[in-house]
Nanobody, 121 residues
Framework: QVQLVESGGGLARTGGSLRLSCVVS????????MAWYRQAPGKQRELVAG???????NYGEDVKDRFTISIDTAKKSAYLQMNSLKHEDTADYYC???????????????WGQGTQVTVST
């Protein structure tokens, strides 16, 4: 059983900043990748940023140069620093993780419950 708990969402003003955190718990041998997705009302869920255990990161085009993802596999945590927020960043943000439960096993994918981010104009 794996649980993801996100925190740090809330209300921010345009141009402001927020920092999201995600902590993973459960029976975990290793973490392969962690990512943040978001879903705005009436829109599909989209990738915001992802990172793997080897330090490689990737970002959605809309957030490049504004958002930064970092992960700490020892703490089983991921963070998303969001700067220069825009109204269009308003969405529910979801943490996503690929977890390896044992040696030689394939990673399994898990989602958090989401945290709401609202950026006022």
């Amino acid at each position: 059983q794996v649980q993801l708990v996100e925190s740090g969402g809330g209300l921010a003003r345009t141009g402001g900043s927020l920092r999201l955190s995600c902590v993973v718990s459960g029976t975990i041998f290793s973490i392969d990748t962690m990512a943040w997705y978001r879903q705005a009302p009436g829109k599909q869920r989209e990738l915001v940023a992802g990172a793997n255990s080897r330090g490689r990161t990737n970002y959605g085009e809309d957030v490049k140069d504004r958002f930064t993802i970092s992960i700490d596999t020892a703490k089983k945590s991921a963070y998303l620093q969001m700067n220069s927020l825009k109204h269009e960043d308003t969405a529910d943000y979801y943490c996503n993780v690929n977890v390896v439960h044992g040696p030689g096993e394939y990673p399994l994918n898990y989602w958090g419950q989401g945290t709401q981010v609202t950026v006022s104009t």
